[in-house]
T-cell receptor, first 113, second 111 residues
Framework: EAQVTQNPRYLITVTGKKLTVTCSQN?????MSWYRQDPGLGLRQIYY???????DKGDVPEGYKVSRKEKRNFPLILESPSPNQTSLYFC????????????FGQGTRLTVV | EDKVVQSPLSLVVHEGDTVTLNCSYE??????LLWYKQEKKAPTFLFML????IEKKSGRLSSILDKKELFSILNITATQTGDSAVYLC???????????FGKGTKLTVNP
């Protein structure tokens, strides 16, 4: 089954404790991206990747890191999480570019206390 | 700065009504506009529009793009409670592969 898998689905952590949210897709897609969704602000792109070893900033990259060492995986790293990073996070993949159909993961609900 | 603005932000209708959701955009080097539906969690793809005036249709949902006036509409006819969701519009930013989303329209369809 074609899918984008994020883990974990729910996470409560403390300020400053490094964490990684994993994202994996099995569709051989080149384009992958991370979003956060907050009430009243909609979906905002954090980082995106056009292919292996090619990543670029979205609209809200501060406080986040990503890497794309393999085509299927695109982890999101919070080196020192803060409470303002409490949010619902989505990973998505598309075949080639931003202007193609995106498939989203099921989301990760992150709470930083 | 590229912008995507959706209206209304929320809408409550009765089953059987027809609704029109709006998405206006300001982006350089426009390539496409995409519509997504978000029910409980992950958004799912509805339509991608690239050409002005050509309607995309899927069952009771349809969408059209006006590149001159820089907007798109999403129509839902004979609404059902299962259409209750947040509808999102997204446009790739000109000159990059960033994707900019509008804030969404929350549609509630009451029985």
């Amino acid at each position: 089954e074609a899918q984008v898998t994020q883990n974990p689905r729910y996470l409560i952590t403390v300020t400053g404790k490094k964490l990684t949210v994993t994202c994996s897709q099995n569709m051989n897609h080149e384009y992958m991206s991370w979003y956060r969704q907050d009430p009243g602000l909609g979906l905002r792109q954090i980082y995106y990747s056009m292919n292996v070893e090619v990543t670029d900033k979205g609209d809200v990259p501060e406080g986040y890191k990503v890497s794309r060492k393999e085509k299927r995986n695109f982890p999101l790293i919070l080196e020192s999480p803060s409470p303002n990073q409490t949010s619902l996070y989505f990973c998505a993949s598309s075949l080639y570019q931003a202007n193609t159909e995106a498939f989203f993961g099921q989301g990760t609900r992150l709470t930083v206390v | 700065e590229d912008k995507v603005v959706q209206s209304p932000l929320s809408l409550v209708v009765h089953e059987g009504d027809t609704v029109t959701l709006n998405c206006s955009y300001e982006v350089t080097n426009f390539r496409s506009l995409l519509w997504y539906k978000q029910e409980k969690k992950a958004p799912t793809f509805l339509f991608m529009l690239t050409s002005s005036g050509i309607e995309k249709k899927s069952g009771r949902l349809s969408s059209i793009l006006d590149k001159k006036e820089l907007f798109s509409i999403l129509n839902i006819t004979a609404t059902q409670t299962g259409d209750s969701a947040v509808y999102l519009c997204a446009v790739p930013q000109g000159g990059s592969e960033k994707l900019v989303f509008g804030k969404g329209t929350k549609l509630t369809v009451n029985p």
